[in-house]
């Protein structure tokens, strides 16, 4: 069973424009949100977090979204940019001892010049 | 400071076999998780080590593996390697582990096909 779902496989989105990640979880355990962006032949690399108490966290153009009634969240990247194709892959995690992350299939992003 | 190192980068072997990755952290961090990534089922954690002791393991198999040694170095073993065990295997360091830092780094990975 996924705890952590990305629905969409894909998405392709014109330079400039923004780009909505999305992301749900079921695990009503899961209080830290991360995503992370993989290039090929690379390890992913940390892009941006969320605690769950917060609605909102920002970081130049990355912002996340968080919204814990419905156990969903997006990453918003604005403006889109060529460099940003790569996989997205969203993670969630419970605080505390033993805590392991629990990752999502991933998205891959296309920005089309 | 050097990144995650992950010895070797690419392995074919044959279904049956038993296959050992090696895994390099950061200079100072203590904790290393493995994961598995294949393109059905995304990544997926494996287990932690921190300070030569297995701290958490995920849902797998006995026949994967780990070890950690006094200098961090982390090892994973696969034996009896079945075709779906094609996978790309990150590790990925962090100073103490993630019950206590969000602050994890990974390696590029290593890709082993079963044939």
């Known amino acids: 069973d996924q705890q952590v779902k990305q629905n969409s496989p894909s998405l392709s989105v014109q330079e400039g424009r923004i780009s909505i990640l999305n992301c749900d979880y079921t695990?009503?355990?899961?209080?830290?949100f991360l995503w992370y962006k993989k290039y090929p032949a690379e390890g992913p690399t940390f892009l941006i977090s969320?605690?769950?108490?917060?609605d909102k966290n920002e970081d130049g153009r990355f912002t996340v979204f968080l919204n814990k009634s419905a156990k969903h969240l997006s990453l918003h990247i604005v403006p889109s940019q060529p460099g940003d194709s790569a996989v997205y892959f969203c993670?969630?995690?419970?605080?505390?001892?033993?805590?392991?992350?629990?990752f999502g299939k991933g998205i891959t992003l296309s920005v089309r010049p | 400071k050097a990144g995650v190192t992950q010895t070797p980068r690419y392995l074919i072997k044959t279904r049956g076999q038993q296959v050992t990755l090696s895994c390099s952290p950061i200079?100072?961090?203590?904790?290393v998780s493995w994961y598995q990534q294949t393109p059905g089922q995304g990544l997926q954690f494996l287990f932690e080590?921190?300070?030569?002791?297995?701290?958490n393991k995920g849902n797998f198999p006995g026949r994967f593996s780990g070890r950690q040694f006094s200098n961090s170095r982390s090892e994973m073993n696969v034996s009896t390697l079945e075709l779906g065990d094609s996978a790309l295997y990150l590790c990925?360091?962090?100073?103490?582990?993630?019950?206590?830092?969000?602050?994890?780094?990974f390696g590029p990975g290593t890709r082993l096909t079963v044939t």
């Open positions: 993670a969630a995690m419970p605080t505390g001892a033993n805590s392991k992350l629990t």
């Open positions: 695990n009503s355990m899961f209080d830290y």
């Open positions: 990925a360091s962090s100073l103490e582990g993630l019950a206590f830092s969000y602050e994890q780094y």
């Open positions: 200079s100072g961090h203590r904790s």
């Open positions: 080590y921190f300070s030569e002791t297995q701290r």
């Open positions: 969320i605690s769950s108490i917060k």
